[in-house]
């Protein structure tokens, strides 16, 4: 038993040191001053650092990567939550066709999704190709796995309908009811899904580099075009971004956590 | 009866404001592309009527069927990769205490947020022409690795193989909670040794996960861009690298022809989809529905694994930026 | 005119009638149950009238007023759900006062009523509790107290014990039965399980397919089934279809009629020895003496007041009760053995019943001339089964399966397994039955 154990223990440690590594070096890489021919940088700076705060081109991608995010979440939020909470309240016996809908962006690859959006808007009546429009309606579509899910489990956990049957009895219009009873309770899945779909979108470069790539630069796009010219300033980049990543992943686990000892069982 | 007829109408007006927005994002988004790339598909590139051209072009022309074929071959050797590794990971996690699980799994899913244009960069780092490891092994005189060129097809394939080791870990896991203990022991009472366990009784009953899982890691594989453009740039035969530069390329676009390819690359991916769905319900009629595995899956994951039907392991990839 | 009156309701879900013309009146103050099989239309009824599902005819009438078309929260009613729909994000004392909120009491009287309620469900300890926190049995008398804060016309509960666990569903079905009586609260209780609702009910309805089949007090609806569904549902009744009682000898006298009998209304004799005089019946008041078997252990009386002065006594009467779907009543098709198979165009009467033993040469259960008032049939242990103070015999009567449970430690006649036994039954403890969906 104990050799056996052993075996995983192994297995699971090169695993590990086999995912970690090419994080651990470009984190390396960030900090490092002269690295050559060596285990270990031989110097270590925070030169890189400074330079990215200054850099203007940088800090206008990280804007532009946030409010692109940010505002596509947002509207997702704004128009499935009234979505989600219709079907699966009043119309269950439609949610098929919901689900169908919104699986698809799951099934089907960004650079397919691209194409089709691509023909569809580079000419004609709506020619929005290029702009942020463009980008905001292909990010929608995106997150939609992402944010029905997480609006579905939440209202069936909360077993939405037999509430607001009991609010309703209690007196509270159909809106009171949603805003006292079914809002406060969904309102931490609902974040979880919106910093999930923000941090998916915020990693994003397919759809983002064939809808806007030569008119907006996200910092997904800016990293692109940095790549060949200075690996220390780029592994900065990359090691800040996945920093966030990271932040918006912990806040996950600790609303996850909430939910699982506050609110409900 | 009057007031009864008002309040439905009002209901009616509520529920159409609630739907409309969603409709017309839908509609404009997914939609019409979609059916815009279809019927370009069907277009000659002159314009013009209904013609087949398009997919004849993309099956016969060498060129094209090179770069389906190289995608077809690396997304095969690096799911068939994945899912071995995987499978052996996952299934060690599952030894480990419950705390221990958990902060591996979190590990391991962490990293498959390190994806797209940033992992390409750090394969740059690691192993390129003046990578760490590349100028170390040189140091140390290691010619085993002297002919390794990460921009070569045995790099590309490292790389996938990289991203699809915490998908395969993540999609495989809970099936291994599917196969009770008391299998195993009443296995062994029965006389079964555990290499005959797994091969009677283990891998049948998780057999139908694994092929499921094979088939995302394809689909993943075969839609994956931002690594192989971010290492290589436009310079690969790989399809959707083919797609990207037939519709948005420099020189020339055929964007008609773009679609037909697109639509093949989206009749694979849907395709992988559908037989993983087909695979979960398997399991699910093999093991009790894998309530157990649910109940195993760390918190974040959980709120996204819908009750009933598939769960959607994109939640955690992020793998539109692959 | 009563306090609220349901006429002609109808409701149909994709097609099918859930609800088909409903009438019933009740009285203020009553206590109603709505008693069905699940799928039977009682949860919609409640709905209905509750206004949370639409009507597509009829009328609904309480205390003088027609509330057909008026929303839930115009109606006065208060309901009580089987999956308590508690609100989540609020402490118990919000909850309860979620209501008075809504109806802008100001926060001094919410705050004084909040407490009464507290205190009426014995929860003032629990005050600032989230509902997560709670039992089961704690959440649902949350959801009771806030039932109650609106002061409704009428209460409605949809099942609100059946998702309890046994014992908590014994207490809290008298706290709530008390409660009741106390305020003088009109409520209609819908359950599917017959011991919840033989105890705590003024009046039952039997529910099935959409229709109230049968209405009367408890004590009606469990001596007097009136359809061969109702006898399958309340109690252990062994319930004999038309062909099997054809095979038996006095219930073939009517032909093409089933009968339901008690179990407990049939005795066991030695083979060839017969009681001469008809067993003492028990009587009790406000029970028809003769529709009370000569043993009273699952009737209703001993029962309630046991579970009054709180014993947990073990309890046969409601391991009988609670199991209403067993194989005693269950309907054997099968037509072999025909040995009591009487001739056919035989006529009926009490003459035909000595000449079908006659005929069958089994004059050793010839029963004593003189005693009309009973039926005899030859019969074979085929199962004993203790069940405490009951003991329950599963007999074959000539190829039918019965049932017949005699007291525990009562009378002399022990038989074993296998041994041939002659069954005793009153011709008026026979409940001739009517055809289903009359």
């Given at each position: 038993?104990i050799?056996?154990?052993?075996?995983?223990h192994?297995?699971?440690?090169?695993?590990?040191?086999y995912?970690?590594?090419?994080?651990?070096?470009?984190?390396?890489?960030?900090?490092?001053?002269?690295?050559?021919?060596?285990?270990?940088?031989?110097?270590?700076?925070?030169?890189?650092?400074?330079?990215?705060?200054?850099?203007?081109r940088?800090?206008?991608?990280?804007?532009?990567?946030?409010w692109?995010?940010?505002?596509?979440?947002?509207?997702?939020?704004?128009?499935?939550?009234?979505?989600?909470f219709?079907?699966?309240?009043?119309?269950?016996?439609?949610?098929?066709?919901?689900?169908?809908?919104?699986?698809?962006?799951?099934?089907?690859?960004?650079?397919?999704?691209?194409?089709?959006?691509?023909r569809?808007?580079?000419?004609?009546?709506?020619?929005?190709?290029?702009?942020?429009?463009?980008?905001?309606?292909?990010?929608?579509?995106?997150?939609?796995?992402?944010?029905?899910?997480?609006?579905?489990?939440?209202?069936?956990?909360l077993n939405?309908?037999?509430?607001?049957?009991?609010?309703?009895?209690?007196?509270?219009?159909?809106?009171?009811?949603?805003r006292?009873?079914?809002?406060?309770?969904?309102?931490?899945?609902?974040?979880?899904?919106m910093?999930?779909?923000?941090?998916?979108?915020?990693?994003?470069?397919?759809?983002?580099?064939?809808?806007?790539?030569?008119?907006?630069?996200?910092?997904?796009?800016?990293?692109?075009?940095?790549?060949?010219?200075?690996?220390?300033?780029?592994?900065?980049?990359?090691?800040?971004?996945?920093?966030?990543?990271?932040?918006?992943?912990?806040?996950?686990?600790r609303?996850?956590?909430?939910?699982?000892?506050?609110?409900?069982? | 009866?009057?007031?009864?007829?008002?309040?439905?109408?009002?209901?009616?007006?509520?529920?159409?404001?609630?739907?409309?927005?969603?409709?017309?994002?839908?509609?404009?988004?997914?939609?019409?592309?979609?059916?815009?790339?279809?019927?370009?598909?069907?277009?000659?590139?002159?314009?013009?009527?209904?013609?087949?051209?398009?997919?004849?072009?993309?099956?016969?022309?060498?060129?094209?069927?090179?770069?389906?074929?190289?995608?077809?071959?690396?997304?095969?050797?690096?799911?068939?990769?994945?899912i071995?590794?995987?499978?052996?990971?996952?299934?060690?996690?599952?030894?480990?205490?419950?705390?221990?699980?958990?902060?591996?799994?979190?590990?391991?899913?962490?990293?498959?947020?390190?994806?797209?244009i940033?992992?390409?960069?750090?394969?740059?780092i690691?192993?390129?022409?003046?990578?760490?490891?590349?100028?170390?092994?040189?140091?140390?005189?290691?010619?085993?690795?002297?002919?390794?060129?990460?921009?070569?097809?045995?790099?590309?394939?490292?790389v996938y193989?990289?991203?699809?080791?915490?998908?395969?870990?993540?999609?495989?896991?809970?099936?291994?909670?599917?196969i009770?203990?008391?299998?195993?022991?009443?296995?062994y009472?029965?006389?079964?040794?555990?290499a005959?366990?797994?091969?009677?009784?283990?891998?049948?009953?998780?057999?139908?996960?694994?092929?499921?899982?094979?088939?995302?890691?394809?689909?993943?594989?075969?839609?994956?861009?931002?690594?192989?453009?971010?290492?290589?740039?436009?310079?690969?035969?790989l399809?959707?690298?083919?797609?990207?530069?037939?519709?948005?390329?420099?020189?020339?676009?055929?964007?008609?022809?773009?679609?037909?390819?697109a639509v093949?690359?989206?009749?694979?991916?849907?395709?992988?989809?559908?037989?993983?769905?087909?695979?979960?319900?398997?399991?699910?009629?093999?093991?009790?529905?894998?309530?157990?595995?649910a109940?195993?899956?760390?918190?974040?994951?959980?709120?996204?694994?819908?009750?009933?039907?598939?769960?959607?392991?994109?939640?955690?990839?992020?793998g539109?930026?692959? | 005119?009563?306090y609220?009156?349901?006429?002609?309701?109808?409701?149909?879900?994709?097609?099918?009638?859930?609800?088909?013309n409903?009438?019933?009146?009740?009285?203020?103050?009553?206590?109603?149950?709505?008693?069905?099989?699940?799928?039977?239309?009682?949860?919609?009824?409640?709905?209905?009238?509750?206004?949370?599902?639409?009507?597509?005819?009829?009328?609904?009438?309480?205390?003088?007023?027609?509330?057909t078309?008026?929303?839930?929260?115009?109606?006065?009613?208060?309901?009580?759900?089987?999956?308590?729909?508690?609100?989540?994000?609020?402490?118990?004392?919000?909850?309860?006062?979620?209501?008075?909120?809504?109806?802008?009491?100001?926060?001094?009287?919410?705050?004084?009523?909040?407490?009464?309620?507290?205190?009426?469900?014995?929860?003032?300890?629990?005050?600032?509790?989230?509902?997560?926190?709670?039992?089961?049995?704690?959440?649902?008398r949350?959801?009771?107290?806030?039932?109650?804060?609106?002061?409704?016309?009428?209460?409605?509960?949809?099942?609100?014990l059946?998702?309890?666990?046994?014992?908590?569903?014994?207490?809290?079905?008298?706290?709530?039965?008390?409660?009741?009586?106390?305020?003088?609260?009109?409520?209609?209780?819908?359950?599917?399980?017959?011991?919840?609702?033989?105890?705590?009910?003024?009046?039952?309805?039997?529910?099935?397919?959409?229709?109230?089949?049968?209405?009367?007090?408890?004590?009606?609806?469990?001596?007097?089934?009136?359809?061969?569904?109702?006898?399958?549902?309340?109690?252990?009744?062994?319930?004999?279809?038309?062909?099997?009682?054809?095979?038996?000898?006095?219930?073939?006298?009517?032909?093409?009629?089933?009968?339901?009998l008690?179990?407990?209304?049939?005795?066991?004799?030695?083979?060839?020895?017969?009681?001469?005089?008809?067993?003492?019946?028990?009587?009790?008041?406000?029970?028809?003496?003769?529709?009370?078997?000569?043993?009273?252990?699952?009737?209703?009386?001993?029962?309630?007041?046991?579970?009054?002065?709180?014993?947990?006594?073990?309890?046969?009467?409601?391991?009988?009760?609670?199991?209403?779907?067993?194989?005693?009543?269950?309907?054997?098709?099968?037509?072999?053995?025909?040995?009591?198979?009487?001739?056919?165009?035989?006529?009926?009467?009490?003459?035909?019943?000595?000449?079908?033993?006659?005929?069958?040469?089994?004059?050793?259960?010839?029963?004593?001339?003189?005693?009309?008032?009973?039926?005899?049939?030859?019969?074979?242990?085929?199962?004993?089964?203790?069940?405490?103070?009951?003991?329950?015999?599963?007999?074959?009567?000539?190829?039918?399966?019965?049932?017949?449970?005699?007291?525990?430690?009562?009378?002399?006649?022990?038989?074993?397994?296998?041994?041939?036994?002659?069954?005793?039954?009153?011709?008026?403890?026979?409940?001739?039955?009517?055809?289903?969906?009359?």
């Amino acid at each position: 038993m104990i050799r056996t154990m052993k075996y995983h223990h192994v297995l699971i440690s090169l695993l590990l040191l086999y995912l970690l590594m090419p994080l651990l070096v470009t984190g390396l890489y960030a900090f490092a001053g002269k690295w050559t021919n060596t285990l270990l940088p031989e110097t270590w700076t925070l030169e890189w650092f400074r330079q990215i705060a200054l850099d203007a081109r940088f800090l206008h991608a990280l804007w532009n990567s946030f409010w692109l995010c940010a505002v596509s979440v947002l509207l997702s939020l704004v128009i499935m939550l009234p979505t989600v909470f219709v079907v699966t309240v009043y119309f269950p016996r439609w949610e098929f066709l919901l689900k169908s809908t919104v699986v698809l962006p799951y099934a089907v690859p960004g650079i397919v999704a691209a194409v089709g959006l691509i023909r569809a808007y580079s000419s004609g009546p709506l020619a929005i190709s290029g702009t942020a429009y463009i980008l905001i309606g292909a990010y929608f579509v995106a997150i939609l796995p992402y944010m029905y899910q997480g609006l579905r489990n939440s209202l069936l956990t909360l077993n939405a309908s037999s509430l607001l049957d009991a609010a309703e009895m209690l007196g509270a219009s159909k809106l009171a009811a949603f805003r006292t009873v079914i809002l406060p309770n969904i309102m931490p899945g609902v974040t979880v899904s919106m910093l999930l779909s923000f941090s998916v979108l915020f990693g994003e470069f397919v759809l983002t580099n064939m809808l806007v790539g030569g008119q907006i630069e996200t910092v997904q796009i800016y990293l692109y075009k940095r790549l060949s010219e200075s690996g220390h300033l780029a592994s900065t980049m990359a090691i800040l971004y996945f920093t966030l990543i990271l932040i918006i992943s912990l806040g996950l686990t600790r609303i996850g956590q909430f939910m699982k000892k506050g609110i409900r069982l | 009866m009057l007031k009864k007829h008002r309040i439905r109408i009002r209901r009616l007006l509520g529920f159409t404001l609630a739907l409309l927005p969603f409709a017309l994002l839908i509609a404009g988004f997914q939609l019409i592309p979609v059916t815009s790339m279809l019927i370009g598909s069907f277009t000659a590139d002159s314009g013009g009527g209904f013609t087949l051209q398009q997919y004849i072009t993309a099956l016969t022309n060498a060129f094209y069927l090179k770069a389906i074929q190289n995608s077809i071959f690396i997304s095969l050797f690096s799911s068939l990769a994945g899912i071995v590794i995987g499978a052996f990971a996952a299934y060690s996690i599952t030894r480990f205490s419950a705390a221990m699980r958990n902060r591996i799994l979190m590990l391991s899913n962490m990293t498959s947020n390190f994806a797209g244009i940033p992992l390409a960069f750090a394969y740059i780092i690691l192993l390129g022409n003046n990578g760490v490891f590349t100028l170390l092994f040189k140091e140390w005189g290691w010619d085993v690795f002297a002919g390794f060129n990460l921009y070569s097809w045995t790099g590309l394939t490292l790389v996938y193989v990289y991203f699809q080791i915490p998908l395969a870990i993540l999609l495989i896991y809970p099936s291994f909670y599917g196969i009770q203990e008391q299998w195993k022991e009443a296995s062994y009472l029965l006389g079964a040794s555990p290499a005959k366990f797994w091969r009677t009784v283990g891998l049948p009953c998780i057999a139908p996960a694994l092929l499921g899982t094979l088939g995302i890691l394809f689909a993943n594989a075969m839609g994956a861009y931002a690594t192989a453009y971010a290492l290589v740039g436009s310079n690969y035969n790989l399809l959707a690298i083919r797609i990207s530069s037939l519709v948005t390329g420099d020189v020339v676009t055929r964007p008609q022809l773009g679609s037909a390819l697109a639509v093949l690359l989206a009749a694979t991916s849907i395709a992988a989809v559908w037989i993983n769905s087909m695979m979960t319900r398997r399991v699910a009629a093999y093991t009790g529905n894998g309530n157990a595995a649910a109940a195993v899956k760390p918190s974040r994951r959980r709120l996204f694994s819908a009750s009933k039907g598939q769960s959607s392991p994109r939640t955690i990839t992020g793998g539109d930026s692959i | 005119m009563s306090y609220l009156q349901l006429n002609g309701l109808n409701k149909q879900f994709n097609g099918t009638n859930v609800l088909n013309n409903v009438h019933l009146e009740v009285a203020k103050g009553e206590m109603i149950t709505l008693l069905g099989p699940s799928g039977c239309g009682k949860s919609t009824l409640l709905r209905c009238i509750s206004g949370l599902t639409e009507l597509e005819q009829g009328s609904i009438i309480l205390e003088d007023q027609e509330i057909t078309a008026l929303a839930p929260r115009e109606r006065e009613v208060g309901m009580v759900f089987q999956s308590y729909a508690l609100f989540p994000n609020l402490t118990v004392s919000d909850n309860i006062g979620y209501g008075l909120k809504m109806k802008r009491m100001n926060k001094g009287d919410r705050t004084r009523k909040i407490n009464e309620l507290l205190e009426l469900v014995d929860l003032s300890d629990k005050a600032q509790a989230y509902p997560h926190t709670l039992s089961g049995g704690q959440q649902q008398r949350v959801a009771l107290a806030r039932s109650l804060a609106m002061q409704p016309k009428l209460m409605l509960l949809d099942e609100p014990l059946s998702a309890l666990d046994a014992k908590i569903r014994k207490s809290l079905r008298l706290q709530i039965r008390q409660l009741q009586r106390r305020m003088g609260m009109t409520m209609i209780f819908v359950t599917h399980d017959q011991e919840e609702a033989l105890m705590i009910s003024d009046r039952i309805c039997v529910m099935h397919n959409g229709r109230i089949v049968q209405e009367g007090s408890p004590e009606e609806i469990y001596s007097a089934p009136r359809t061969e569904f109702v006898a399958r549902f309340i109690g252990n009744y062994n319930v004999l279809g038309p062909q099997e009682a054809g095979r038996l000898e006095g219930l073939a006298a009517q032909p093409g009629i089933s009968y339901a009998l008690r179990p407990e209304s049939i005795t066991l004799l030695p083979v060839g020895e017969y009681a001469m005089t008809r067993p003492p019946s028990f009587s009790m008041p406000g029970y028809p003496s003769s529709s009370m078997s000569e043993y009273p252990s699952s009737g209703m009386p001993e029962r309630e007041s046991s579970e009054m002065l709180g014993h947990d006594s073990f309890g046969i009467g409601h391991d009988l009760a609670g199991m209403p779907e067993r194989d005693s009543s269950s309907e054997l098709g099968h037509d072999s053995a025909g040995m009591l198979r009487r001739e056919s165009g035989s006529r009926p009467g009490r003459e035909s019943v000595v000449r079908g033993y006659d005929l069958l040469g089994m004059s050793r259960h010839l029963p004593p001339a003189g005693d009309s008032a009973a039926l005899y049939w030859p019969g074979k242990v085929s199962s004993v089964m203790m069940l405490g103070n009951i003991v329950r015999y599963g007999i074959d009567v000539g190829g039918i399966p019965m049932t017949v449970d005699t007291l525990a430690g009562h009378g002399p006649f022990r038989p074993g397994e296998q041994s041939a036994v002659t069954l005793r039954i009153d011709r008026s403890q026979c409940i001739p039955l009517e055809k289903d969906g009359a």
